[in-house]
């Protein structure tokens, strides 16, 4: 079996045949982000490797042997984005150097959750530093603690996508069975679609944001980024569950599954209706729309239904509610954090970088300045309009009025366009490889729905998926 590219269920056969071991497994992994991620391409995906990794795997290999296995992730080894609590002895820092020093004091809720599962935290995966809420003009990809993290199928030529960067060049590169990323504006589309991988952004509220640094308490989610539809449902069913620390998710009580592998139906495009608004791909390429009209006779070939020029009526564009949030959400995180570290609020991050110019602002901190000059509070009135705004436009009078009135299943978008107003409105989007243009470079279709309509996502993109087999590896020479 060519190991770098398995899914979950050709890696758990191999397992439970003796053929394979999760320390071997392991070994592999590290053997390749030794040889691509730190020498030859350089793709930069991995921030820190789990020092306890090789033992973890140990115990899970002996447990699988006396006791038997947990589930589907059993020993399979996973990288974590680096805004991501793990307690254990790697560190959490968003990309910066004011948090090269932070260690957590335990897992977010997500890592207990994947530890529940026996899945091995590999590592923690670089990203754009603090998610891409850090300044203007910043690459995606590039954390002053990190570095650039390079696209495996055109280091240093085609954009990595951001802010999951590492995720997903990690996974694209088969550094890792899978990985979590975080969004809050098209941070995994972007990269998962970048990278020719699949990406799923849950509804807000399905998978717990306990232990992840914020941008935006409104809109921030983790998420699965894989290789395949099939591993991806795997890791979203694992994930979900209600947190008493995260009130929003007992929005999704009587909505969540913990199995939706249910949803891996081959005839899911099968009387599907799927509206498209060509005003979110006004920007798109000769070569993309090619492949987004090739990937429309796909649907169509397979029972889809095209509703074509559909019309979003609002498109909410004004993103001050990130700024409020942004404050709040991470003066709360910072003033967990030890003693010992250098920052404790939005205003000792601003003054920490001031002091460290030349390594922490390659790039400028406009965002983060722009921030700090809210209360806090999120008592201002414009913060409050704005976010009631967005909650009207996104949801009552976009998204789920243009999928009622058109009775629709899902909208269909291309790689992260459409990505903003689904983060407003808090929904599901589900992105998967489509082609690539005479260039090399990835394009993903993304399907999008209302709230907690992720199995009809995974439906439509796993028969998408089996019936197109679009995705080829990156090859490095």
Known sequence: MEIKYSSIDEIQTAMNSGELTSKQLTMFYLKRIAKFDKEGPNINAILEVNPDALH???????????KGIRGPLHGIPILVKDNIDTGDKMHTSAGSIALANHYANEDAFIVKKLRE?????????????????????????????????????????????????GPGAGVAAGFATCSIGTETSGSILSPASSNSIVGIKPTVGLLSRTGIIPIANSQDTAGPM?????????????????????????????????????????????????????????????????????AIADLE?????????????????????????????????LSNTSRNMPIHSLKDLIRFNEDHEETALKYGQTLLIESNQKSGTLTEAEYIHARLSDIQMSQTEGID???????????????????????????????????YTPAGKPTGVTFTGKAFSEGRLIELAYAYEQATNHRKQPSFS
């Open 56 to 66: 973890i795997a140990e115990a899970l290999d002996n447990e699988r042997n006396h």
């Open 117 to 165: 599962a026996g899945a091995v935290i590999l590592g923690k995966a670089n990203l754009t530093e603090w998610a891409n809420f850090m300044t203007e003009g910043m690459p995606n990809g590039y954390s002053s603690r990190g570095g650039q993290v390079l696209n495996p199928y055109g280091p240093g030529k085609l954009d990595v996508g951001g802010s999951s960067s």
């Open 226 to 294: 894989t290789t395949t539809v099939t591993d991806a449902a795997i890791l979203l069913g694992t994930l979900a569950g209600m947190d008493e620390f995260d009130p929003a998710t007992y929005m999704s009580e009587g909505k969540a599954s913990i199995d939706y592998t249910k949803h891996l139906v081959l005839e899911g495009l099968k009387g599907a209706r799927i509206g498209i608004d060509r005003s979110y791909l006004e920007e798109l390429s000769e070569d993309e729309w090619k492949i987004v009209n090739h």
């Open 301 to 333: 070939a397979e029972g889809a239904t095209i509703v074509d020029s559909v019309n979003i009526l609002s498109n909410p564009t004004d993103y001050s509610v990130l700024f409020h949030e942004f404050k709040s959400g991470l003066n709360a995180y």
């Open 401 to 435: 009025e243009v999928i009622e009135r058109n009775q629709l299943d899902a909208l269909l978008f291309v790689n992260n366009y459409g990505a903003g107003i689904a983060a407003k409105a808090g929904y599901p989007s589900i992105t998967i490889p489509a082609g």
